[in-house]
């Protein structure tokens, strides 16, 4: 929305408005809400860049028309099902989502007269669900179980689709869709807003499904020739790290952490354990691991000093562009994503009730903009 209204005051009332040969809409105006998705700003995060002598910037994937990089990747999911005759009129529209994915689908869905039916985890924010449910979308909520466990949330959206053509299943994990809609999408506009990629050094983000990070890396390493360092940050809990850096999904310290604690940490969206299809084509240079403390501490670090109100993969993120600076040294550019907005985790990051019942203190360190000893 704010994309198009840009768009649309950007005009110069000198100059004619144009006429689209194809839509019939004039240019500049978005044919419904599907076509203003993505050309999201490039920004850079000051106090970040100040305090490291890199510069960071940030993919503000949160000023999508639904609030995250997901609507790319619904936006793909079903066209391309429309496109290959899987996804018809009275047909609904199955996925399992820990949230952002299922607002985008549920957005553009309706705008396209689909049902939609969600398969969530019992860990994701009310605010998350509130706004699924306002949306319209018809929403199951399935206790954590681990991955072998047939009620899995993932396994509950699978089987409801077996065999029946009224359903479509959007299977974010694996359907390459996902790598499409960053590697056709986000990564050009990355490549063009720096320059055809003469002016970036470094990309690094968490992954969920893996096809923000696939999607961007490999196009990032094949359009650089491999100059450009690609690295994920990793969440606890996440069998991710141990799969870039040994090859296997776990590493025995993390198999004991995740058996202690349950593969839960607060970051919502990313951290998973297996190998989905979408991360299968991340080109990667190595992998950190970014803790709780470090989300919160950036969360509140980055409202405070750039005013960017941010949910905690964003945080890890930009928790994951400080390593990767302090690994690639000063005058570097780096990237990541700005996946959504603080709005949708007010009841849990920005909550004083929220951190004080979960143990996290918001480190003194943070008051201080030139202080980035909180990011181990
Ligand atoms: C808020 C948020 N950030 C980041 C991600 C991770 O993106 P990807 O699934 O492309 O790895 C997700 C995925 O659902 C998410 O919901």
Redesign the pocket.
């Known amino acids: 929305m704010l994309n198009s209204l840009c768009k649309l005051w950007s005009y110069n009332s000198d100059t004619p408005l144009q006429q689209n040969e194809n839509t019939n809409f004039h240019a500049g105006i978005d044919n419904g809400i599907i076509d203003s998705i993505g050309k999201t700003p490039l920004i850079r995060i000051n106090s970040l860049s100040d305090a490291t002598g890199c510069e960071i910037l940030g993919k503000a994937e949160f000023m999508n028309p639904g609030g995250?990089?997901?609507d790319r990747?619904a936006k793909e999911i079903i066209l391309e099902g429309e496109r290959k005759g899987l996804l018809k009129k009275g047909c609904t529209i199955v996925e399992a989502?820990?949230?952002?994915?299922g607002i985008s689908l549920t957005m553009l869905g309706k705008s396209r007269g689909y049902q939609v039916e969600l398969f969530i985890p019992d860990n994701v924010s009310q605010e998350k669900v509130d706004l699924l449910e306002t949306f319209g979308a018809n929403v199951k909520i399935v206790p954590i179980v681990g991955m072998n466990n047939a009620n899995h949330f993932m396994h509950c959206a699978y089987q409801k689709c077996l065999g029946d053509p009224q359903y479509y299943y959007a299977n974010?994990?694996d359907n390459l869709a996902?790598f499409n809609s960053?590697y056709l999408g986000t990564a050009p506009e990355i490549w063009e807003q720096t320059g055809q990629g003469r002016n970036i050094d470094g990309f690094v983000?968490?992954?969920?499904?893996?096809?923000?990070?696939?999607?961007i890396s490999s196009y990032l390493k094949e359009h650089s020739q491999g100059r450009i360092q690609t690295y994920l940050v990793d969440p606890p809990g996440s069998g991710l790290y141990s799969l870039v850096t040994l090859g296997t999904i776990f590493d025995i310290k993390d198999r004991l952490v995740v058996e202690k604690l349950g593969p839960r940490s607060f970051?919502?969206?990313?951290g998973?354990n297996r190998k989905t299809e979408?991360?299968t084509k991340a080109i990667l240079d190595g992998a950190f691991k970014g803790t709780e403390q470090e989300g919160v501490d950036m969360a509140h670090y980055l409202l405070k000093h750039d005013g960017l109100f941010l949910?905690?993969?964003?945080a890890l993120?930009c928790a994951g562009a400080v390593k990767l600076a302090r690994k690639l040294g000063p005058g570097k550019t780096i990237v990541t994503?700005l996946?959504?907005s603080g709005h949708?985790y007010t009841s849990r990051l920005y909550s004083k009730k929220w951190l004080n019942e979960n143990n996290f203190i918001v480190s003194d360190s943070i008051q201080n903009p030139k202080d980035l000893s909180f990011v181990k």
């Open positions: 995250s990089p997901k990747v989502t820990a949230g952002s994915t974010q994990f996902n960053h983000c968490a992954a969920g499904t893996g096809g923000t990070l696939a999607g970051y919502e969206g990313v998973v979408n991360f949910g905690g993969s964003s993120n994503m996946c959504d949708r």
